[in-house]
């Protein structure tokens, strides 16, 4: 018996170890190293960045951060070569990067990077921080919809039709009823109602799910764009000036210098987010539900053996993280923007799903991700009025190259949801 | 695995053009005021798809008969009724006549009919033939070159996202792929002056170069590290956005010298692609590269030894690299060629279509509406040929519809959407107008990509 157990033991072993062992990290990371030298030494900047941490309103003032641009710059690739460094030996000894080495390693390459171009000029922290978490909110709501679709098996490429949809009849209705709420509550549903479509397609006719969502954000765009050159173009009050969410201070939070102004004075809808975060990963991974869920994605054929509906179960799932999308698009009407624009969401829920694959099909990760790319994609605008050396498409690029050598190499071996993009058939 | 039935798919594929012009009666007497054109792609498909059982597998003869003539002409009649919806939601005169629909019913049916007559006819003068200009033989034959001249790009594109499809690769990457050859030609094309000829081939190469290398990019990430091709060609659309923004910003680059604008100098005389038939058409060379590339694609998938690995990875990828087949390469392979096809629609953009100069919008959605044509058309070269004239014919005429009725362009996205959407749910279809099927455990086919993901390493 014990002659039995063992054997696989081993093999199993062998062949983490094998695909554990990868090189991807550490050769990414010498990669920024370099790039981080280049930039920082080889074309250092003199003079001194300083980062305000305060608005004027702030009850608490902090003295603003001054760093010496050439020094930090020094400092960063040392830390960094250490990190990749670091890296290599633990590849060599067969463990995997750790997640928090990655973290800290980007965070330390983002402040070099910011400190190098912003040389000589002042950074409003607050109000870039801010900014990212603007940007960054619809690209959560969309992932964390894109996390809950793949993990269930199908393959959400309409993220972008879901938030697109959610923008237009969330403007419509806050304008037509003067309720923002109501609005969110249309924004969701018109999301959920991209997700029929996509989930009917996929799961009762079942056509190839990534043509199903490519033609759905053609369909969505084609919809949204003559029902406003019909409708609000010529009426905008009446159809197209919805009520914003108010900002609202959670007393004492929004007093913490730095923090309070960005997370705690903010609207409904990223409230709203703070809570669906740890809830989606929590149900995900702790609830029944999530068990169900996942192992729909994972294993249909088993899922069905012991008696799980999977039809419905993905059925259902892929209406909810539509609705999820959905509510993320009222963001760009309802609080970010004001009103709806022709094709407003502009690619975000690509990068939406980008941050999907990038989080490796977790809430938790993939909220970092499309954190991360609402950090560089804010980040642009912030150096464009401090002026950088660097030209500000370079800086838009930033995100989408990051994405790629993501996918190329740090998570390339990255394996999602077993079943995702399979129909099942009985 | 022999392609017998191919050629003749293609010969009828090409014979239905000639037929179709004068429609199926039978398929679309009393339903709708179908223009057209839109019998014409339906003729399309019915040669393309009428072709005899192919010997290869079962399975591809089910999808041939599940996939049958009366399936597309019912989505594009679908997606025009569909259209005629939109259009009747938002007409003012329907509007009005529905205000006092209980005393004088007949005027919201006739508000109605005049909404939706009004713009198909529209559609039909932009497209096919203007008869509101009999006098004018130059005018009324312009709508029919301008729907070819639309459709020379789509086409273009579309057989580049097509050939990825039968490998089993999903080529989002259209915009980028146009941008970057688009790029390079109009670098060329704008600002090297070279002897007539020899410019504009050098233009064209340089520029399908481009496209071909910012495809293959795509197909060596996937091979060397495994990374997922949708994701990848998704971040390179944006990278080549931003990549010829700037340059077409940046003088001694793209700018035209002494402007402000990001927009490129005019292109030289010796570069731009010679008009076919006289300067009061737009119909240009382009036309004709796109009916080569299409054999080319043709002969490479259905005669060459390089499409049949094509196909076979396509089909299966882990038989195809127990069959010795180097998937890696095949993969790299076919992003080249994708990327010169899609590469070729943006040479066609800036050489042909903007000679005045082009700006970073340039691609004009196509690369998204090649996936439409290409799924329409099935991803067989002459299915994606007619697939092209179709969408062409539909966005020729949506100009005429804005202009004439005062409809969006934008319906014309909605229409594309909806045809590919019932075309490729051939059991919705079946079940609205309430057909028999065919066989039960009929699937529209095509090689999915979730087959490849294991098949990365």
Known sequence: MSAVTTTPAPSTAESTSVTVRSWKAPIAFAIFTVIGAALFLGLGRGGDTTYRLSDGRDAIQLPALILPSYATGIVAVILMAAAAVGAFLLVRAARKVPLWLTTVFALVFLLGFLTWAAAGATVPLVGLLAGALTVSTPLIFGALGGVISERVGVVNIAIEAQLLAGAFVAAMIGTLTGQPMLGLLGAMIAGALVSVILASFAIKYLVDQVIVGVVLNVLVIGLTSFFYSTYMVDNPELFNSPDKFERVAIPLLSDIPVLGPILFNQTLIVYIMFVLVPTVWFALFKTRWGLRLRSVGEHPKAADTVGINVKATRFWNVLLAGAIAGGGGAFFTLAAVGSFAKEMTNGAGFIALAAVIFGRWDPIRATLAALLFGFATNLQSTLSIVGSPVPSEFMLMLPYIVTIFAVAGLVGMSRPPAASGKPYIK | ?457
């Open chain 2, 1 to 457: 695995m022999s392609n017998t039935n191919d050629p003749k798919d293609a010969a009828l594929g090409g014979a239905a053009a000639s037929p179709s012009a004068k429609g199926h009666p039978a398929d679309t007497a009393g339903a709708e005021p179908l223009t057209p054109e839109t019998t014409d792609a339906a003729g399309a498909q019915h040669g393309a798809s009428d072709v005899p059982p192919p010997p290869r597998s079962t399975q591809i003869l089910k999808e041939i008969f599940g996939g049958s003539a009366a399936i597309s002409v019912l989505a594009v009649l679908l997606a025009l009724i569909f259209g005629g919806l939109l259009i009747v939601m938002t007409d003012e005169g329907v509007q009005e006549a529905a205000g006092y629909f209980f005393s004088r019913p007949a005027d919201t049916l006739r508000a109605i009919a005049d909404a939706v007559g009004g713009a198909y006819a529209a559609l039909f003068r932009g497209s096919i033939f203007n008869y509101l200009r009999p006098d004018d033989l130059v005018a009324a034959f312009r709508p029919i070159t301008e729907t070819l001249a639309n459709a020379t790009p789509l086409i273009a594109a579309g057989l580049g996202v097509a050939l990825a499809f039968r490998v089993g690769l999903f080529n989002i990457g259209g915009r980028g792929q146009m941008l970057i050859a688009a790029a390079a030609a109009g670098y060329v094309g704008a600002y090297i002056p070279m002897p007539p000829v020899i410019h504009l081939i050098v233009a064209l190469v340089v520029g399908i170069i481009g496209g071909a290398l910012w495809g293959g990019l795509v197909g060596l990430l996937k091979a060397r590290t495994g990374a997922h091709e949708v994701i990848v060609t998704i971040m390179l659309n944006y990278v080549a956005f931003y990549l010829v923004s700037y340059l077409l910003r940046t003088e001694g680059a793209l700018q035209a010298p002494g402007q402000n604008n990001p927009k490129s100098g005019p292109m030289l005389e010796t570069a731009v692609f010679p008009d076919l038939l006289g300067p009061q058409y737009n119909l240009n060379l382009g036309f004709i590269l796109v009916v080569l590339a299409t054999i080319y694609v043709w002969y490479l998938l259905n005669r060459s030894a390089m499409g049949f690995q094509f196909r076979a990875v396509g089909e299966n990828p882990h038989a195809a690299r127990v069959a010795g087949i180097n998937v890696g390469s095949v993969y790299v392979k076919v992003m080249l060629i994708a990327g010169a096809l899609v590469g070729l629609a943006g040479v066609y953009q800036v050489l042909g279509n903007f000679t005045g100069g082009f700006a970073a919008g340039l691609d004009a959605g196509i690369g998204f509406d090649a996936i439409t044509v290409a799924l329409l058309g099935r991803s067989k070269p002459w299915g994606v040929f007619f697939a092209g004239i179709l969408f062409g014919a539909l966005k020729a005429g949506s100009y005429t519809m804005q202009a004439a009725e005062g409809i969006p362009v934008d319906i014309v996205l909605v229409v594309q959407s909806f045809i590919v959407l019932f075309i490729a749910a051939p059991p919705l279809v079946r079940a609205i107008f309430r057909l028999p099927t065919p066989d039960s455990s009929f699937r529209w086919r095509v090689p999915s990509i979730s087959r490849t993901k294991e098949a990365a390493r």
